[in-house]
């Protein structure tokens, strides 16, 4: 069994009497796409921060890339790359130099930097405006020329603090393919942070919530939603009698009598499916459509932070 790409135990931050960070466990698998989700002042930037050793931990152990995060800290930034919130483009450079110019502080040499350039620029659709001034790009260009530039020097771990707010949906999809990519060709461990919770249902192998400084839930997608409660099945009927037959033996949560139809609570899984499908078939009772709801990470965003909120 491989070690985690980053493991955090007890992990705290505090900046005054102010606690961000509240004793924050994790273990995220080498090769995965991690996302951490919270509120705004939840603690994910300053988890991102503490992680990629720009700022210290006032307690806990945590290892990134197999090493401890103190006493190993140029291994650490040695072993990874990071994408903030905000652009570290250089809008004066063109791209090629912007990527040239990481190549050298990465001492790659000039041969190999160039080489390094010409192949990222490529891998990022940015070839053709590789001689441009990256004050020219588009957001989604320099966005993608931002991690292009975090991926110089080969790192293991690549933080992504919201890289794509502001992008347009085209250009966010892009991103999120080329994200997939470096997990899928490259075997990189990404550790996203996002407000766009489709974001993170989209690319999170794993998925957490954090909300003031504490882990409130951790997961794979389809584990957090069934978290919540509200996913039904609805079934609408060719006819009254079979309408009425299924409300008297399946308790639904609503019905609608225009339509013929009732929501019956189920947690979406093949089971409970399979379940409902043989009693209908047992009464005798012809269903016209069937269509599976399910609570959605939204749904589950705003339950779990409403939780913690109530029960401060």
């Given amino acids: 069994m491989t070690d985690p790409a980053i493991s955090t135990t007890g992990l705290r931050k505090a900046y005054g009497k102010h606690l961000v960070l509240d004793g924050v466990d994790l273990d995220i698998p080498a090769g995965t796409v991690f996302s951490l989700l919270g509120p705004n002042g939840a603690g994910k930037t300053t988890m991102v ?55 050298d502080l990465h001492h790659l040499g000039r041969s190999r930097g160039r080489e390094q350039a010409r192949e990222l620029l490529e891998q990022f659709d940015l070839a053709e405006a590789a001689g441009k001034p990256a004050a020219t790009y588009s957001g989604g260009m320099r966005r993608r020329l931002d991690l292009a530039m975090t991926l110089v020097g080969a790192p293991r771990i690549i933080f992504l603090d919201e890289p794509t707010t502001g992008l347009d949906p085209r250009s966010r999809r892009t991103m999120w393919q080329i994200i997939r990519g470096l997990v899928a060709d490259h075997g990189v461990t990404i550790f996203l942070t996002t407000q766009y919770l489709e974001e993170a249902d989209q690319l999170a192998d794993r998925i957490a919530v954090l909300d003031h400084g504490k882990m409130v839930a951790q997961g794979t997608a389809e584990e957090l939603k069934r978290l919540v409660p509200g996913g039904h099945v609805s079934l609408r009927f060719a006819d009254p009698h079979g309408f009425e037959t299924a409300s008297q033996g399946l308790r639904p949560i609503s019905r609608e009598e225009e339509t013929l139809t009732l929501h019956v609570p189920s947690d979406g899984g093949i089971r409970s499916l399979r379940a409902l499908l043989d009693w209908l078939d047992g009464a005798s009772v012809t269903v016209d459509e069937l269509a599976v709801h399910t609570p959605d990470l939204d749904d589950v965003f705003l339950a779990l932070t409403q939780e913690s909120e109530s029960a401060r």
Avoid at 71 to 84: F, L, M, N, S
């Fill in 49 to 103: 921060k503490i992680l990629s050793t720009l700022i210290s931990a006032d307690g806990g152990d945590v290892r990134v890339a197999g090493h401890h995060l103190t006493r190993e800290a140029q291994a650490v930034r040695a072993a990874i790359g990071v994408t903030g919130q905000y652009s570290a483009v250089d809008g004066l450079l063109t791209g090629e130099e912007n990527l040239r110019l990481m190549a």
